[in-house]
């Protein structure tokens, strides 16, 4: 899907026959070896997605459209495509047929063919391969005319410029991937997508190679493409041993162009937490750490993964030199379940009481010279919270707990709550809802979950243990419906999932990237405590069971805090948990706010940097 070169790279490197060089325009272009073919037929939307995801430093992206030329044969055929502003209608599955129906219009060229410049480039990246380096990245005019007439009713008016790089797979050529955009790129500009076509060149041979020899899982495969850091060069791979890990952990080295730094990337280690259930940690290790002896340990919260935490840690591992561990609890991966399935759901309980002091033994024991820093967003803000709030009562009540229950005071240096709550008030413009907290509040907690199923046409606890993100929405809106045959006063405005996020400059890649990697299953029974908590006149969280009021504790939290809020949060409301947490009992208790939603707090770019240079400050100053 070419032209002709810019000017920069016009002349292309010629090797005479004579003598043992090989020019490339002898070069034969073999198809791919069948079993490749069929892998990368079930990963290739990956590659396509991952370029209109691109952005540059300031975040702008890099390319309106994507397409992916298979060698198919001896041909060179369009098999991918994707296009920037529709990412978002691609993962709820609504514009896959529009990608259909482009795919459908286009046209196999002859991999011998003169014009197809395409496989020009690659028999020159089979000469760069077999010489051990990686292929150039070529830049692109498409208004030329030289373009290749089976192409040429493809362009749209604003396909202008392009950029590409072969790629290969175990040193066998499998395509070319494109990226198109309206305007022409700066000398800048083109600098950054060099480094960045050649991480990718490098991911998609390391994932595809690593993953057709390990389990052949092309999920796992296109996800890790999808996620891969592309302002990073893998330099080294390693398979390595830690006590207490049945499996070797993966440990890549990085060399970032972004922070200018190395770096290593361990994943995952499995901590043991109790009935089989596990929880999963991903390390970033700066090549130097600064010093400070504090290890930050990242929570993620409702329905997320812990790669909703990876901008966060990666400014504050590479930028600022800490260690730093983001946590997946129980439910979050297949790694973190029972190897015989799931016969029920879990509750914050679990994670506070099991899977929160598992990780904090474990960390304790590799680190015994350094104090954890706990950073928990939403849910995962409550959970180091509680626990530190509520640890003598656990002692008291659980002496016999399986899950041995570290000091607080000992292990733990700091907390930073990030958009987090101490009980729950999602902003949903529902004045008649205190009446009927009113009501509920004379029901035991029983009760109230049987009223809240009874009155619901979508039971949660019917069908299976956990339910993704679309179900509960789906959920909360019949809950309203209902509701509001009980009470007229209730207004037709319900929390959606765009409150949800709430980041006002969002692009279609990542709403993409969220709702394919980073929105998972939730427990049923950690829903009915987020809903009891909402529906409770006496502003609280409680255990499932009802024993254990967490929000009354807080007033035992007497450890350093560091909360940021959401302006723009309708999730957590700041007059929801502002004068909650300025009353907490610490004598390090520091809040600050920014003009973002709940999850764009950790997704847009300036406010991340501006947020960590904040907690970096703050750590430097604890004992």
Aim: positive net charge; glycine residues 6%.
């Amino acid at each position: 899907m070419a032209g002709v070169l810019e000017k920069k790279n016009t002349s292309r490197k010629k090797r005479g026959k004579s003598g043992l060089n090989v020019a490339a325009d002898d070069i034969f272009i073999f198809p791919i070896p069948g079993t490749t073919y069929k892998f990368v037929e079930k990963v290739w939307s990956s590659f396509v997605n991952k370029f209109v995801a691109l952005t540059f430093t300031n975040n702008q992206p890099v390319f309106n459209y994507a397409v992916f030329e298979a060698i198919q044969d001896k041909n060179l055929k369009i098999v991918a495509s994707a296009t920037h502003f529709k990412m978002k209608e691609i993962a709820t599955r609504i514009g896959l047929k529009d990608i259909q129906e482009f795919i459908n219009r286009t046209l196999p060229v002859s991999i011998q063919d003169q014009d197809n410049l395409s496989a020009n480039f690659i028999r020159e990246a089979i000469i760069s391969v077999e010489t051990k380096k990686r292929p150039e990245v070529v830049f692109s005019s498409l208004k030329d005319d030289k373009i290749h007439p089976n192409l040429r009713h493809l362009l749209s008016g604003t396909m202008n410029y392009a950029a590409g790089i072969p790629l290969f797979v175990k040193g066998n050529p499998i395509g070319m991937i494109w990226g198109i955009r309206r305007d022409r790129m700066t000398d800048e500009q083109r600098e950054e997508v060099r480094e960045q076509l050649s991480s990718f060149y490098d991911v998609v041979d390391f994932v595809v190679a690593r993953e057709m020899d390990n389990k052949a899982d092309p999920y796992i495969a296109k996800k890790n493409i999808e996620k891969a850091d592309l302002h990073s060069y893998a330099k080294h791979l390693y398979y390595t041993r830690t006590g207490g890990q049945q499996h070797p952990v993966t440990s890549i080295i990085f060399d970032c162009h972004t922070y200018d730094c190395s770096y290593r990337l361990d994943a995952s280690y499995i901590i043991p937490s109790n009935n089989g259930f596990s929880v999963s940690l991903k390390r970033f290790e700066p090549e130097k750490t600064n010093g400070t002896g504090k290890i930050l340990l990242l929570i993620p919260g409702f329905f997320c993964r812990r790669s909703v935490m990876d901008k966060v840690a990666r400014e504050m591992a590479l930028k600022y030199g800490y260690r730093v561990f983001s946590m997946d609890m129980r439910g979050r991966s297949r790694q973190t379940l029972p190897y015989n399935g799931i016969k029920e759901g879990w509750t914050i309980d679990d994670f506070i009481q099991e899977d929160f002091p598992a990780v904090l033994n474990w960390i304790r024991e590799s680190f015994p010279k350094e104090k954890i820093v706990v950073m928990g967003h939403s849910m995962g803000g409550m959970i180091p919270r509680y626990y530190v709030s509520a640890y003598e009562t656990f002692i008291a009540k659980y002496p016999q707990n399986k899950v041995p229950l570290p000091d607080p005071k000992e292990v733990i240096s700091g907390i930073i709550s990030v958009t987090s709550p101490n009980f729950v008030s999602v902003g949903t413009n529902i004045p008649g809802m205190s009446a009927l907290k009113t009501g509920l509040s004379l029901l035991p907690a029983k009760s109230i979950s049987d009223f809240l199923f009874d009155i619901t046409t979508f039971s949660l606890q019917s069908t299976l243990p956990t339910v993704d993100l679309n179900k509960f929405f789906k959920f909360l809106l019949g809950l309203h419906s209902s509701l509001r045959t009980v009470s007229f006063e209730l207004s037709t405005k319900v929390v959606n999932l765009r409150d949800f996020v709430g980041y006002r400059q969002i692009s279609p890649p990542e709403w993409y990237f969220l709702i394919e990697d980073i929105f998972c299953e939730e427990s049923t029974k950690v829903i009915l405590q987020f809903i009891r908590s909402q529906l409770s006149k006496d502003h609280a969280f409680f255990s499932f069971d009802g024993s254990i009021n967490y929000t009354e504790l807080q007033r035992n939290f007497q450890l350093p805090i560091y909360s940021v809020l959401g302006t723009l949060d309708k999730i957590v409301p700041v007059n929801s948990v502002e004068e909650e947490l300025r009353v907490l009992p610490s004598s390090n208790n520091q809040i600050v706010k920014f003009d973002q939603g709940h999850l764009g707090i950790l997704f847009h770019m300036p406010t991340v940097r501006e947020m960590c240079s904040g907690f970096h400050d703050w750590i430097q100053k604890l004992d």
